[in-house]
């Protein structure tokens, strides 16, 4: 058993993050498996050398070990664009031109009982659909043809752990990405975009169970479906409750005041971190 904790390094980590690391570690160790560190800097202009630092330090303070080194999403260029040619081999991806804007004008005005957002933000009218990959320019990103990519083959169902269902069952993913609309695989500027990274980085590493958190619930079932798509074993998935402030919102990066930094220098032991979120 395989499994990790991905952050982003564009902030400090903060109490949701230490109970996602935790919640990792400890069923890695219930399981006698592995907790891996991974580091999701796809994002260079926001990912920062120094925030990665305080992660390293905040996880090592609250007792966490892992092996080195630890992988950078920024090094898996190589992978992300292999499976980038993979799914544009199988016809399934398509170059955009869109911007958020040209998205809202061409969705026109939402009708009864259509979703207008989706797990990947505003659901796409699928203006650039038709363009063949061939036409790619260097300021588009590439998104996958949902309908085309749900044919191709039997998508199969994950099994998946987590507060709102007891114990493991299996969950068909075909229902939940119908009607998504078509997801950025790639973004303008980018190597890749946030789902095709996670899928291709977890798999380099072997994760065979996904820790993550009940806000990434509906990007699972993409996941699996690009999993399948690039011939890739589907791993399991434990998504976890989310840590929430007095207001009852999910905790962000802009939370500093939670920020396990924070409390360190306010004299709190890792004790009280794991405390303070129900551990
Ligand atoms: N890098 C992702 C994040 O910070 C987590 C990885 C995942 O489970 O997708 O939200």
Redesign the pocket.
Same mark, same amino acid.
């Given at each position: 058993m395989i499994t /990790?904790? %991905?952050?982003?390094p564009t902030g400090p980590l903060h109490l949701g993050h230490a109970f996602s690391a935790l919640t990792a570690f400890n069923l890695a160790q219930a399981a006698g498996g592995t907790f891996l560190l /991974?580091m999701?800097d796809i994002d260079r202009e926001r990912s920062k050398p120094e925030y990665e630092q305080m992660a390293f330090e905040d996880l090592a303070w609250l007792g966490l070990t892992w092996p080195e080194p630890v992988m950078r999403?920024s090094r898996s260029g190589d992978r992300f664009r292999a499976a980038l040619g993979q799914l544009a081999d199988l016809g399934l991806t398509y170059p955009c031109s869109c911007s958020r804007g040209d998205i809202a004008a061409a969705a026109g005005a939402p009708q009864e009982g259509v979703p207008e957002f989706g797990p990947d933000g505003r659901i796409y009218p699928g203006t650039c659909r038709e363009r063949p990959m061939s036409d790619l320019k260097p300021d588009d990103a590439i998104r996958l043809d949902m309908a085309k990519a749900l044919e191709h083959g039997p998508l199969p169902g994950f099994h998946e752990t987590g507060p709102e269902r007891p114990g493991t069952h299996a969950l068909d993913p075909r229902g939940m990405i119908e009607g998504i609309g078509d997801v950025v695989v790639a973004r303008k500027g980018q190597a890749a975009a946030?789902h095709l990274c $996670?899928v291709v980085d977890?798999t380099a590493q072997g994760v065979t169970l $996904?820790? /993550?958190?009940m806000?990434?619930f509906d %990007?699972t079932p993409i996941?699996v479906l690009l999993a399948h798509l690039l011939g890739f074993p589907v791993p399991h998935y434990h998504h976890h409750r989310l840590i929430r402030d007095e207001a009852g919102k999910r905790l962000a990066k802009r939370d500093d005041a939670r920020a396990i930094r924070k409390y360190r220098e306010d004299g709190a032991t890792p004790e009280d971190i794991r405390a303070m979120v129900g551990l």
């Open positions: /990790r904790f %991905a952050p982003s /991974r999701d999403q946030y $996670v977890d $996904v820790t /993550r958190g806000d990434l %990007a996941h």
